[in-house]
Structures are given as structure tokens and as C-alpha cells.
């Protein structure tokens, strides 16, 4: 499946993706998600294509120390067909290539379906504890 990073053009499409896959949240407008990764210059949207339409996407960035990667999404009526696994070989790839050595990701506890999936992949549950503050203001 053809892999390609994100164009403008293709907002409207990745975040009725991402809306369709439950990963949007009020307090994380995607819009602003995606303009703050594009600004930032640590990171990449690599979509996947099929019949020129998205079918899924990954944000994979760096902080200067690990890799991380948010909104992997797969459209739902193609789940299964292998677009997540090819979305995080090149999210790794795309990581490797800046001599990042370490690629972490966060899910939400309830998420149980997705912590199988990473595992399947080989993903490993860390001993750590994620501690949070925001910073605007926002209150969920």
C-alpha cells in the first residue's frame, strides 16, 4: 500500500479519518494538532492511500531523545488488511532515518484491542507512569 507524508489538501480527509476511528477528543482540536506538528519541524503525517483516498494515517514526531507516535488510524471498513502494521514499519523507518534510537506511544487503559495490536507488533508495556499538566488552561 502506497505511504506518502501529509499535504495540506489533506486535512478535511485525515480528520474525518480520525474522527471515524474515535481518536479526536474536544480538548485536542486535530486541526491545531496537526498545525503544531507542521510548525514544529520534528515530525511527519504519513497517510495511506488506496484508490486515491486515505485509508489511514500515523503522526510519528521526535522530542530531541524518543520518538513517539499518535492518531494511527485505520479506516474501519479496512481494518485487518494490514494498513496499521505498514503505517508503524514507516513511522520506524521514518524515526530510524533520524538516528532516533526509540519510539514510544501512549493508549488509553479501556483501549484493550489496541494494546493487542501494538504487542502483536512487538510493543512492550513500560513501567512507567505518564503525568500531565495543562498548560492553556484547558479542563476536560
Known sequence: ??????L???????????????????WN???????????????????????GAVVGSVMVGHDGHRGWVYYLAADPARRGAGIGR???AAAEQWLRA???RKLELMVRKSNAG????????GYE???V????????????
Open 29 to 51: 482540536p486535530p486541526a491545531g494538532d496537526i498545525a503544531l506538528l507542521r510548525a514544529s519541524g520534528h515530525g511527519e503525517i504519513l497517510l495511506a492511500e488506496e484508490g
Open 129 to 140: 507512569v505518564v503525568l500531565s499538566r495543562w498548560l492553556d488552561g484547558t479542563t476536560r
Open 125 to 127: 508495556t513500560e513501567p
Open 98 to 100: 533520524r538516528g532516533v
Open 8 to 26: 495540506d489538501a489533506d486535512q478535511a480527509a485525515v480528520v474525518a479519518l480520525w474522527e471515524a476511528c474515535e481518536l479526536t477528543r474536544a
Open 114 to 121: 489496541v494494546v493487542a495490536f501494538y504487542e502483536h507488533l
Open 1 to 6: 500500500m502506497p505511504i506518502r507524508p501529509y
Open 86 to 88: 505498514d503505517l508503524m
